[in-house]
């Protein structure tokens, strides 16, 4: 490095003291090489993970019994779907910040009836089953409150069943629910109920959002994302499956998760992202705002970054 | 037919001429590819911002590869594998590049003298680089897609966001990963670099006065004032 007196070509922002020689493009170029290898070679050492998506048939193969309590919330009405509220429906109050409801106001943009989407209508599309046709004609011929009895006297008695299993539920009324979600687990066994759930939509597909409700209703995701690390409790929001970095950029974000009071409300997701939105705000208005904007004179850092300077012109 | 004689490039008239003008008087050429830089613009600190736009390049050659042979080709091929490769340490190494930029910047206090635009942008374009990554793991149509996308749900759905930014609807999150965000972000890093171009480095505390038309510190606040 050459460090001369002269004066700079352009005024480049009006510096008047000593410049030295800098090769913009060369500087550029040099970089571009130096992280391509780098790239290249993290690529070719480390890879990169794909863990293949879980479908609703590995689901019913590998849990069937809480596929079919799973299936069993949808009906009674009881499932995080079904009583999710806004943007899918009415049925939840949401989160709020204090006395605001962000999620109310948004309204109902996403509409998901789960009883009538996760499990009815795909029974529907299977032809030529009259047992079925009469177990769902039964079903919807109820009343509200008869078909909100039936599947929640079965939902309580699959809970207290050795393993959930539906086969040995204690015997009661609990109407066309048992044959209705016994059908809705040999459909999804075929693959069948992961095709119907993407074609409510028609011919071409690019929205998941109703399979992927459905399938965050049960534990199984879940259960997989655990085994990961990738759960919110265990800063899942920065990791990534197998041993790759994640997004680690999102320490902070996943770090109030970990901390009171934000893990003992219901409405933490809406104060961490109020929290994080004005935590944003401060750094892009830094310049502007007294006593931060003058911090950095003070930590001493840019001594060490500017060493060279301060020897030569030592204050 | 009459003509007129030539005029003078630099006063042409009408709405191209002025333009130009005012193009070229707020970011000369020699502004706009300097040759030379201060003195103090001697440190390792300074390198990662340019290693970040590298960084940023790689991302974007990687991720238009992975675009040109759709969605689900890197889970069939090996080649398309390994572009994901690239495009995953891409994006791993601009974000460590950039957060050393950042910091290195506010240890600087780099916003002073006429340059807080600079690092409001710079800031923006972290927060959209942020935005624009967690699309990516959107879409990558496998079980992080599922995971993150179901989690994020409820933060997004908690501030009303969700009903219009619908992270499970993974065709619209594809659109907004590989269109709308990097074009918002592709403006925000033209614009820094531009003012960075323009205003150029900032001086070491107590230097200020070494540039034309700077304020100095006042003394004792720890701040510079304008």
Redesign the interface.
């Given at each position: 490095?050459t460090?001369t007196l002269?004066k700079?070509?352009?005024?480049?922002?009006?510096?008047?003291?000593?410049?030295?020689?800098?090769?913009?493009?060369k500087?550029?170029v040099i970089?571009?090489v130096?992280?391509?290898l780098?790239?290249?070679g993290?690529?070719?050492l480390?890879?990169?993970?794909?863990?293949?998506?879980?479908t609703l048939r590995q689901w019913a193969a590998a849990d069937p019994n809480g596929f079919v309590a799973t299936a069993t919330s949808e009906l009674a009405g009881d499932s995080t779907s079904a009583g999710?509220g806004?943007?899918y429906n009415t049925n939840g109050n949401?989160?709020q910040?204090g006395p605001v409801h962000?999620?109310n106001?948004?309204?109902v943009?996403?509409p998901v009836d789960p009883a009538n989407d996760f499990v009815l209508t795909p029974l529907r599309s299977i032809p030529g089953d009259p047992a079925l046709t009469g177990a769902l004609d039964r079903y919807t011929a109820a009343s509200g409150d008869q078909q909100a009895t039936w599947a929640g006297d079965y939902e309580t008695a699959l809970g207290n069943a050795p393993d959930n299993d539906p086969a040995k539920v204690a015997s009661g009324d609990y109407g066309p629910v048992p044959e209705l979600t016994g059908r809705l687990l040999t459909m999804a066994l075929t693959g069948g109920l992961d095709a119907a759930l993407t074609s409510q939509q028609g011919f071409y597909a690019?929205?998941?959002?109703k399979p992927?409700?459905f399938?965050?209703d049960g534990d199984y995701?879940a259960g997989?994302?655990d085994d990961q690390h990738?759960s919110?409790d265990q800063w899942?929001?920065m990791n990534?499956?197998g041993n790759?970095?994640g997004?680690?950029?999102?320490w902070l974000y996943t770090f109030w998760y970990q901390i009171p009071p934000f893990t003992h409300t219901a409405?933490a997701?809406?104060w961490?992202?109020?929290l994080m939105?004005l935590l944003?705000l401060v750094?892009?208005?830094?310049?502007?705002i007294?006593g931060l904007?003058?911090l950095?004179?003070?930590?001493g850092?840019?001594k060490l970054?500017?060493r060279?300077?301060?020897r030569q012109?030592p204050? | 037919m009459t003509t007129t004689p030539a005029a003078d490039p630099a006063e042409s008239p009408g709405w191209t001429g002025r333009l130009r003008r005012r193009l070229v008087g707020t970011l000369?050429p020699?502004?706009l590819?300097?040759?030379?830089?201060?003195?103090?613009?001697?440190?390792w600190?300074y390198?990662f911002g340019?290693?970040t736009?590298?960084?940023l390049?790689?991302v974007l050659v990687?991720g238009a590869w992975l675009a040109l042979a759709g969605p689900q080709w890197?889970?069939t091929s090996a080649v398309g594998?390994?572009v994901?490769?690239?495009?995953?340490?891409?994006v791993?190494?601009f974000?460590f590049c950039m957060?050393i930029h950042l910091w290195?910047k506010?240890?600087?206090?780099a916003?002073r003298?006429r340059?807080?635009l600079t690092?409001?942008i710079g800031?923006?374009a972290?927060?959209a680089s942020?935005g624009t990554?967690?699309t990516g793991?959107l879409v990558?149509?496998?079980?992080?897609?599922?995971?993150i996308?179901?989690?994020a749900k409820?933060?997004?759905?908690?501030?009303?966001?969700?009903?219009?930014f619908?992270v499970?609807?993974?065709?619209?999150m594809?659109l907004w990963h590989v269109l709308l965000l990097p074009l918002v972000l592709g403006v925000l890093t033209v614009w820094h670099v531009l003012l960075v171009r323009?205003?150029?480095?900032v001086?070491?505390?107590?230097?200020e006065g070494?540039?034309?038309?700077?304020p100095v510190p006042v003394a004792g606040?720890?701040?510079t004032e304008r």
């Amino acid at each position: 490095m050459t460090t001369t007196l002269r004066k700079p070509v352009s005024p480049a922002a009006g510096w008047n003291g000593p410049t030295r020689s800098y090769d913009l493009v060369k500087e550029f170029v040099i970089a571009l090489v130096v992280m391509g290898l780098l790239v290249v070679g993290l690529a070719v050492l480390l890879g990169s993970p794909d863990e293949g998506s879980v479908t609703l048939r590995q689901w019913a193969a590998a849990d069937p019994n809480g596929f079919v309590a799973t299936a069993t919330s949808e009906l009674a009405g009881d499932s995080t779907s079904a009583g999710y509220g806004p943007p899918y429906n009415t049925n939840g109050n949401g989160q709020q910040l204090g006395p605001v409801h962000l999620q109310n106001g948004a309204g109902v943009r996403e509409p998901v009836d789960p009883a009538n989407d996760f499990v009815l209508t795909p029974l529907r599309s299977i032809p030529g089953d009259p047992a079925l046709t009469g177990a769902l004609d039964r079903y919807t011929a109820a009343s509200g409150d008869q078909q909100a009895t039936w599947a929640g006297d079965y939902e309580t008695a699959l809970g207290n069943a050795p393993d959930n299993d539906p086969a040995k539920v204690a015997s009661g009324d609990y109407g066309p629910v048992p044959e209705l979600t016994g059908r809705l687990l040999t459909m999804a066994l075929t693959g069948g109920l992961d095709a119907a759930l993407t074609s409510q939509q028609g011919f071409y597909a690019s929205d998941y959002t109703k399979p992927l409700l459905f399938l965050a209703d049960g534990d199984y995701l879940a259960g997989k994302a655990d085994d990961q690390h990738l759960s919110g409790d265990q800063w899942g929001m920065m990791n990534e499956t197998g041993n790759f970095p994640g997004q680690a950029w999102l320490w902070l974000y996943t770090f109030w998760y970990q901390i009171p009071p934000f893990t003992h409300t219901a409405n933490a997701d809406a104060w961490i992202w109020a929290l994080m939105a004005l935590l944003s705000l401060v750094l892009v208005l830094v310049p502007f705002i007294p006593g931060l904007r003058g911090l950095p004179r003070y930590l001493g850092v840019h001594k060490l970054i500017w060493r060279e300077y301060y020897r030569q012109h030592p204050r | 037919m009459t003509t007129t004689p030539a005029a003078d490039p630099a006063e042409s008239p009408g709405w191209t001429g002025r333009l130009r003008r005012r193009l070229v008087g707020t970011l000369p050429p020699e502004k706009l590819m300097p040759d030379r830089q201060p003195a103090y613009v001697a440190s390792w600190i300074y390198v990662f911002g340019v290693l970040t736009i590298a960084a940023l390049i790689w991302v974007l050659v990687s991720g238009a590869w992975l675009a040109l042979a759709g969605p689900q080709w890197w889970h069939t091929s090996a080649v398309g594998h390994f572009v994901n490769s690239l495009h995953l340490w891409g994006v791993e190494l601009f974000f460590f590049c950039m957060v050393i930029h950042l910091w290195g910047k506010f240890f600087m206090a780099a916003w002073r003298g006429r340059r807080k635009l600079t690092w409001v942008i710079g800031a923006i374009a972290f927060l959209a680089s942020i935005g624009t990554a967690f699309t990516g793991y959107l879409v990558q149509t496998n079980f992080d897609s599922q995971w993150i996308s179901t989690q994020a749900k409820d933060g997004l759905n908690s501030v009303g966001v969700g009903a219009w930014f619908n992270v499970l609807n993974t065709g619209q999150m594809l659109l907004w990963h590989v269109l709308l965000l990097p074009l918002v972000l592709g403006v925000l890093t033209v614009w820094h670099v531009l003012l960075v171009r323009r205003r150029g480095v900032v001086p070491p505390f107590g230097a200020e006065g070494r540039e034309s038309g700077q304020p100095v510190p006042v003394a004792g606040h720890g701040e510079t004032e304008r």
